[in-house]
């Protein structure tokens, strides 16, 4: 296939979880919208490292791998906090900080 | 060759279901493994693009650790179920609006791009492209610098992660005195904070 | 030594005593800053004289030297610098000034005596006769307006001396503001000439006046008209006189120096002194000639009413101010200035004398409470009566040759100016009967209570009061002292009292028609190039308008005498008969309430205005207000942006990045 489609099929999967980050209230739900998120860069860098083949772009996605699994890793450890501590799992009740 | 387009669209079609499944399933626990059909879809995708080592790694870290944490947390938590339309949410409307408008630009930018290349297939690339030992190179010599600040981050993701969510010995009633103490109660009373 | 560095030194004496004093007065105890001051005014007054005796050295036509101590501000062709001009006038000038100033301090150290702000008064003192003596010394317009400043700054600080007495402050405010009037006028007189001329300098001024105005030309005559409004605010001409009466809050030493003998001279010199302008300028002149003309009557009129001792004496200075004006605007400059002489000496000796009777009364100056002192204080009324004699212009005394001269100088001028002549002796009659009403009124008839106190030798008491209003006053601050001081009591107050009666007797006859003419010759190098030069009157006019005079003035103390002494209830019928006139007289011709409607009120209202409108409402309500509150509208759009939903900001994120692809899309089409 040509390289347009893993692209076209990147933007819809990005598209998807960006939705899903905004529509959806339990913040596990919004961590997994954000994996989609990433996964559908990560296509596109690996799309584009086959355009151009070279192999910096799958390194780059090798890497935004790693952030990603950081990034659970400390998104579960404040859900599990919030828990803890008894709070709702609700992210629109946690909107103390605002002006 | 037909057989890879029919694999490519298998793919595809799976990836976007499992988005989908994400995004519109009401139980966390079931968003979570379609997420796990959606990265096992991208895994096959990446293997079409030449990307073995990737591939291999989308299945093993991220399907299999990642998602594997996710499971112990929401069961751990207990997802409820909650509506999809919040009361009073304007944004449950207006945000997949602008994705989709977000998609939609996208899409006609890669379209209408004028690099020929999106349009054909790729070079011709050799047989190691791609693979485990060309990555390994690749990391170990142009890529050292984010390959060790990768390290480093994940270290600091395991600490903080430790930190934040043990188990204070003592502090817990205190702690769950000063805070609310119902899962349903709003949160604070508004303050009229006068500039 | 040259005759400017005497100069120098008559500047350096004063002002070194009120460095010391003003800096040392915690070191120096008792009286002792008195004496410092005053040897400081006898220094000076011995390099006056020094630079006299060099001045007379010089040939006539070399009598006009400059000297510069260092030039401050040199810009192209301009020069101006702190120089000094030591010629017959300013000489004249510093002797007088100092001189007069000498006995002054020596009279104070007596009569301030137990006043806590004993230093502060002769710090003062010193400084107000440098600045004084800096004014006459002027070599350009720059230092000549700044001594008229200091004159100004230091008459004000003298007049409100007793700070605590409302009327005392409220009297050196308006001081101060006339003062200032005529500062404004004389530095717009100045810029003006500096733009014709190009030069501030007063000696090539005064060459290039010729050529570079015609006769009276344009701004030649704003010029001199902006000088003349100086002279009169500094002198109290009419229409900016009503300072000096108020002026007389301050102590009787502070009247009779400033107010007698030098601040309120500094017009009449000024006039002297720029005579070259007002000679190309004659249009100047004769609205000088004949405003002094007017307020000689006006306060002529007015001492006949007042019933203060020390403001009879105050509408007197204006009158005779007058006389010394209309004398230099036409052109007697001789017969000014000797007028100028004469009128220091005898009136700082109405003032003393006034003082000491002032004192006897405990700080009572109010005529009507006086009376029959001839016994209790023989020496403080025979002084009296000696100044008053010269006042009026008796025969003989230092008033009657100096007065009339200027007088005889009108008649002979001619036209115009003979009208002025006649109105001047209408005004010496009305001089010559107030100075005797003051005299018969205080020292004759039957002896008030305080008298025959003091004839048993023992000075009164009474509570502490203003003498104005009449309000009792605490001065446990210390000022004004406890003690009342006394001629008879006090030497220093006697010496110069002495001092100052026999040159009031003797110094007429330093310019007698047709014998001596000393004033005459000294002043010549001065007023040399002036055009008048020649129309001097001869001696038999000048020995007829002598006569004249002395006969008005003689007529007159007949009519004081029959009225206050032979019949003493005269006075009452009269007043009770023309209520109005005599109401009108003693409110001053109504100047002071004129003035109250015309500008205190608008500014006031004005004032009022600005604080309510301009200020509160406009800049605290709209300017302040209205920036504060488009900051707050503004800031609570943004406030209401942070809605703490993590959603909300999610979207603000993705609806952020499509509008930015939809540019970039857009660009790139």
């Known amino acids: 296939m040509e390289i347009t489609w893993y692209l076209i099929l990147s933007a819809f999967i990005f598209a998807i979880g960006a939705a899903g980050v905004i529509s959806r209230r339990n913040p596990l739900v919004v961590l997994l919208c954000l994996e989609l998120m990433l996964n559908a860069g990560n296509l596109a860098l690996v799309a584009f490292s086959r355009m151009h083949g070279g192999e910096a772009g799958q390194v780059f996605a090798l890497i935004v791998m790693v952030i990603a699994a950081c990034e659970v890793v400390i998104g579960l450890g404040i859900i599990v906090a919030m828990y803890r501590n008894r709070l709702p799992i609700d992210i629109d009740q946690m909107s103390e900080l605002r002006g | 060759m037909w057989f890879e387009d029919v694999l490519f669209f298998v793919a595809a079609i799976g990836a976007l279901a499992g988005a989908l499944g994400v995004v519109l399933l009401q139980n966390p626990f079931y968003s979570v493994l379609s997420l796990v059909c959606h990265l096992l879809g991208l895994a096959v995708l990446f293997l079409m693009l030449n990307a073995e080592f990737l591939a291999a790694a989308q299945v093993v870290v991220y399907a299999g650790a990642v998602m594997v944490l996710y499971v112990f947390v929401v069961a751990y938590i207990g997802g409820s179920d909650e509506p999809l339309r919040p009361e009073g949410g304007g944004l449950a409307l207006l945000g997949p609006l602008f994705a989709i408008a977000l998609a939609v630009e996208l899409c006609i930018a890669f379209i209408a791009s004028g690099l020929q290349a999106l349009d054909s297939n790729g070079p011709e690339v050799g047989s190691r492209f791609g693979s485990p030992g060309n990555i390994g190179e690749l990391l170990l010599t142009d890529f050292l610098v984010p390959f060790e600040a990768a390290s480093f981050l994940l270290l600091v993701a395991a600490v903080g992660a430790v930190v934040l969510a043990r188990r204070r010995r003592g502090l817990e009633d205190e702690g769950a005195g000063t805070m609310r103490s119902r899962h349903e109660a709003p949160p604070t009373e508004t303050m009229d904070v006068r500039v | 030594m040259s005759a400017t560095s005497y100069g120098w030194l008559v500047l350096a004496f004063p002002a070194a005593g009120t460095v010391v004093i003003s800096l040392g007065w915690r070191l120096l105890p008792g009286r002792l800053p008195g004496w410092i001051a005053t040897s400081a005014i006898f220094l000076a007054f011995l390099a006056s004289i020094g630079a006299l005796v060099d001045l007379l050295d010089h040939s006539e036509d070399e009598r006009q030297l400059v000297d510069t101590a260092w030039t401050y501000a040199s810009t192209g062709n301009f020069k101006a610098g702190l120089s000094i001009l030591v010629d017959p006038l300013s000489v004249f000038m510093c002797l007088v000034v100092s001189g007069v100033s000498f006995l002054i301090h020596l009279y104070s150290v007596a009569y301030m005596g137990g006043d806590r702000g004993y230093a502060r008064y002769f710090a003062y003192l010193n400084f107000f006769v440098f600045s004084m003596l800096l004014l006459v010394l002027a070599g350009n317009f720059v230092i000549l307006i700044i001594g008229w400043a200091f004159v100004g700054a230091a008459s004000y600080l003298l007049i409100s001396y007793w700070y605590r007495r409302q009327t005392a402050v409220a009297a050196g405010i308006k001081a101060f503001v006339i003062n200032v009037i005529g500062d404004v006028a004389l530095v717009v007189a100045a810029f003006l000439i500096l733009d014709k001329v190009g030069s501030l300098d007063l000696l090539p001024v005064f060459e290039k006046a010729g050529d570079t105005f015609a006769r009276n030309d344009g701004t030649l005559v704003a010029a001199c008209l902006l000088l003349l409004v100086g002279a009169f605010a500094k002198s109290a001409q009419l229409p900016l006189h009503t300072w000096l009466p108020d002026a007389m809050e301050g102590p009787t030493p502070v009247s009779a120096l400033i107010h007698a003998a030098t601040m309120v001279t500094a017009g009449v010199y000024l006039i002297a002194r720029m005579h070259p302008l007002f000679e190309q300028a004659p249009a100047a002149a004769d609205v000088g000639a004949i405003v002094g003309c007017a307020t000689l009557l006006f306060a002529g009129t007015v001492a006949l009413a007042v019933t203060d001792l020390k403001r009879v004496i105050a509408y007197s200075t204006i009158s005779q101010i007058g006389y010394m004006v209309m004398g230099v605007s036409i052109a007697a400059y001789g017969a000014g200035l000797f007028h100028l002489m004469t009128h220091a000496f005898f009136k700082a000796l109405l003032f003393m004398g006034a003082g000491s009777v002032i004192g006897a009364m405990a700080g009572v100056q109010d005529m009507d409470r006086m009376?029959?002192?001839?016994?209790?204080?023989?020496?403080?009324?025979?002084?009296?009566?000696?100044?008053?004699?010269?006042?009026?212009?008796?025969?003989?005394?230092?008033?009657?040759?100096?007065?009339?001269?200027?007088?005889?100088?009108?008649?002979?001028?001619?036209?115009?100016?003979?009208?002025?002549?006649?109105?001047?002796?209408?005004?010496?009659?009305?001089?010559?009967?107030?100075?005797?009403?003051?005299?018969?009124?205080?020292?004759?008839?039957?002896?008030?209570?305080?008298?025959?106190?003091?004839?048993?030798?023992?000075?009164?008491?009474?509570?502490?009061?203003?003498?104005?209003?009449?309000?009792?006053?605490?001065?446990?601050?210390?000022?004004?002292?406890?003690?009342?001081?006394?001629?008879?009591?006090?030497?220093?107050?006697?010496?110069?009292?002495?001092?100052?009666?026999?040159?009031?007797?003797?110094?007429?006859?330093?310019?007698?028609?047709?014998?001596?003419?000393?004033?005459?010759?000294?002043?010549?190098?001065?007023?040399?190039?002036?055009?008048?030069?020649?129309?001097?009157?001869?001696?038999?006019?000048?020995?007829?308008?002598?006569?004249?005079?002395?006969?008005?003035?003689?007529?007159?103390?007949?009519?004081?005498?029959?009225?206050?002494?032979?019949?003493?209830?005269?006075?009452?019928?009269?007043?009770?008969?023309?209520?109005?006139?005599?109401?009108?007289?003693?409110?001053?011709?109504?100047?002071?309430?004129?003035?109250?409607?015309?500008?205190?009120?608008?500014?006031?209202?004005?004032?009022?205005?600005?604080?309510?409108?301009?200020?509160?409402?406009?800049?605290?309500?709209?300017?302040?207000?209205?920036?504060?509150?488009?900051?707050?509208?503004?800031?609570?759009?943004?406030?209401?942006?942070?809605?703490?939903?993590?959603?909300?900001?999610?979207?603000?994120?993705?609806?952020?990045?499509?509008?930015?692809?939809?540019?970039?899309?857009?660009?790139?089409?």
């Open chain 3, 371 to 669: 009376g029959g002192f001839r016994r209790a204080m023989p020496f403080t009324f025979i002084t009296f009566t000696i100044g008053a004699l010269a006042l009026a212009g008796f025969p003989l005394t230092a008033g009657f040759f100096s007065k009339d001269e200027i007088l005889a100088f009108e008649l002979n001028r001619g036209g115009g100016y003979a009208v002025l002549g006649v109105l001047g002796y209408v005004g010496a009659f009305l001089t010559a009967f107030y100075a005797f009403r003051m005299v018969f009124r205080v020292f004759y008839g039957d002896p008030v209570p305080e008298a025959v106190e003091l004839e048993g030798g023992h000075v009164a008491h009474g509570e502490p009061m203003n003498p104005m209003t009449g309000e009792p006053e605490d001065t446990d601050v210390g000022f004004p002292g406890p003690e009342h001081h006394v001629a008879e009591r006090a030497w220093p107050m006697k010496g110069a009292m002495g001092v100052l009666a026999a040159l009031a007797l003797v110094g007429g006859y330093l310019s007698v028609p047709g014998i001596s003419d000393v004033i005459e010759k000294f002043l010549e190098p001065t007023f040399a190039d002036s055009r008048f030069h020649d129309t001097a009157p001869t001696d038999g006019a000048e020995v007829l308008g002598l006569v004249v005079g002395g006969v008005i003035s003689i007529v007159a103390i007949g009519l004081a005498w029959w009225v206050y002494v032979r019949e003493p209830g005269t006075a009452t019928r009269i007043r009770e008969r023309l209520p109005r006139v005599h109401a009108f007289l003693v409110n001053k011709w109504y100047f002071d309430e004129l003035y109250e409607a015309l500008f205190v009120r608008p500014v006031a209202t004005f004032g009022g205005f600005g604080r309510r409108v301009i200020e509160t409402d406009f800049v605290q309500g709209t300017i302040v207000g209205g920036a504060t509150g488009i900051v707050r509208v503004g800031t609570s759009f943004a406030r209401a942006i942070q809605t703490g939903y993590l959603r909300a900001y999610a979207l603000l994120l993705l609806v952020g990045v499509a509008g930015l692809t939809l540019y970039f899309l857009i660009n790139s089409s």
